[in-house]
């Protein structure tokens, strides 16, 4: 299940693009933006004891991620008109100069990053 809803990015954006888009193409977009957050921390908040509530920092990320996606998704010309992109710095320039950028969500989800088990590791070898 879905952690954000459609209407909750429609009730954020300012886009009428994004507002008029079909709430199943919305889904997909979450869909695209919850996959993006969950590789990002290293989880998907579903542990009920750390996270009863989703996070308003990780909402807020889904919602614009998913809105990014929206906009990128729900127009031809973007999707025809890239010139060139970097994917570190996730911008995007068009044939006509424009630059469409993500939002940076990092510092939003930093705190949310799963942490690698530390343990110790005991190795034992034997002579054949």
């Known amino acids: 299940m879905a952690l954000i809803t459609p209407q ?20 997909m977009d979450i869909l695209q933006a919850e ?8 989880h ?12 308003p920092e990780a909402r807020l990320a ?6 990014y996606y929206a906009l ?4 031809e010309s973007i999707a025809k008109g890239i010139k060139s992109e ?10 006509n ?10 510092a939003m989800l930093r705190k949310f990053k799963a942490q690698p088990v530390q343990g110790n590791v005991n190795m034992r070898m034997r002579l054949l």
Request: hydrophobic share 40%.
């Open 44 to 55: 998907d908040f579903s542990d009920s004891t750390l996270y009863p509530v989703l996070p």
């Open 97 to 106: 100069g424009q630059i469409i950028s993500k939002a940076s969500i990092l």
């Open 62 to 67: 889904l919602i614009q991620l998913g809105q």
């Open 72 to 75: 990128v998704n729900g127009d």
């Open 35 to 42: 996959t993006e957050v969950f590789e990002e921390v290293g």
């Open 86 to 95: 970097s994917i570190g710095g996730y911008s995007y320039t068009l044939d």
């Open 8 to 27: 909750e990015i429609i009730d954020y954006t300012v886009f009428k693009k994004v507002k008029a888009r079909a709430p199943q193409l919305l889904q």
